[in-house]
């Protein structure tokens, strides 16, 4: 099906320029009516607010084929909602969800040759983005935009399949008590980087960071969600204000519920409960479920058996449940598959 040249056994996870992206512009107050373009570049006043004061907030879905020769995406309306909900919290004008799935649908199919072929492993990957692009230099919202998007075929996020990380408990903190770790801005990763370049260097995966306020409870990593597993297999997931709401972990608590008939939590997660689980991972767009082997804590290590060799029995479920809802596999629930093709 995919007409594209392109080798995608052996694709990175990184970025390819594809034929068209869309483009729609804010001004006066209102919305233009958006359309594909073949430009990939974008020219901006050196003063414009997205450079001086970080207004800008992004999304990020794929579009696969499934077994049955589809091409689709996965609850892409809740991406448009966060993102709503993230233009709210910055000031900046709401691109309607209507209209942003409407531009995913559009680039995904005008895009249709750089979506990889089923049992490739390869995704295309969907970025929707907006930002202030007018000068601004004081202190203040721009008053125009620009909403974007682009795509780009990826290989899987893990070469060779998920192998068990090795996180370390972070001294950085990722969000503050009623600031913006609820949205998907770059503010918030920007902040992220030298913690998790710092981990690397250390010999660490990922960072856990935990709240603010009390350092007490488990949040989350710079760019996932955790997920644990209790010793009765119950599937429990950290609630705060200031954790972004991942669609992916929305939708593993769905499927834990639905498909597997666990019991499945949204709660405070005392970090000193950690050691008492019997699984854990990290889920988000990119990997769907990453394993995690080993937790440290300032030299205290906390080993999580069922995940050192690879995903324990209710991850992989939870992992094969999902995936298989997303390529076509296991019948979906109604609404979250949006065919393209």
Not at 52 to 70: M, N, P, R, S, V
């Amino acid at each position: 099906m995919a007409a594209k040249n392109i080798d995608w056994a052996n694709l990175g996870f990184g970025y390819m320029k594809t034929d068209y992206r869309y483009v729609s512009n804010y001004k006066n107050g209102s919305w233009d009516q958006g359309a594909l373009t073949t430009d990939d570049q974008i020219l901006l006043n050196e003063c414009a607010c997205v450079f001086q004061y970080a207004q800008t907030c992004f999304e990020g879905l794929k579009a696969y084929t499934t077994e049955d020769g589809h091409i689709v995406t996965f609850r892409p309306d809740l991406n448009g909602e966060r993102m709503e909900n993230s233009a709210k919290r910055l000031e900046m004008p709401v691109f309607p969800k209507e209209r942003f799935v409407e531009a995913v649908t559009k680039v995904v199919e005008a895009n249709a040759d750089y979506v990889p072929p089923f049992g490739s492993g390869a995704t295309l990957y969907i970025r929707p983005y907006m930002f202030g692009s007018d000068p601004v230099i004081g202190v203040k919202p721009a008053s125009e935009y620009q909403f974007r998007t682009f795509c780009t075929p990826v290989g899987p996020y893990f070469k060779g399949g998920a192998k068990p990380i090795t996180i370390r408990v972070c001294d950085f903190d990722r969000a503050a008590p009623h600031g913006t770790g609820h949205v998907k801005a770059g503010l918030n990763y920007a902040m992220s980087l030298h913690a998790i370049v710092d981990a690397h260097q250390q010999g660490y995966d990922e960072n856990m960071y935990l709240d603010a306020a009390t350092r007490t409870n488990v949040e989350e990593t710079g760019g996932a969600n955790f997920i644990f597993v209790t010793k009765d297999n119950t599937v429990v997931t950290p609630k705060s204000d200031s954790i972004l709401p991942s669609i992916t972990r929305r939708s593993i608590l769905y499927v834990a519920e639905h498909y597997l008939g666990l019991k499945a939590e949204e709660r405070e997660v005392p970090f000193e409960e950690v050691k008492e689980f019997a699984e854990a991972g990290l889920c988000g767009t990119a990997a769907v479920i990453s394993p995690i082997g080993k937790i440290v804590d300032h030299g205290n290590e906390i080993c999580l058996p069922s995940g050192m060799e690879k995903m324990g029995s209710v991850t992989q479920k939870l992992y094969d449940t999902l995936t298989g809802i997303q390529m076509g596999r296991i019948e979906a629930p109604q609404g979250w598959i949006h065919v393209i093709r």
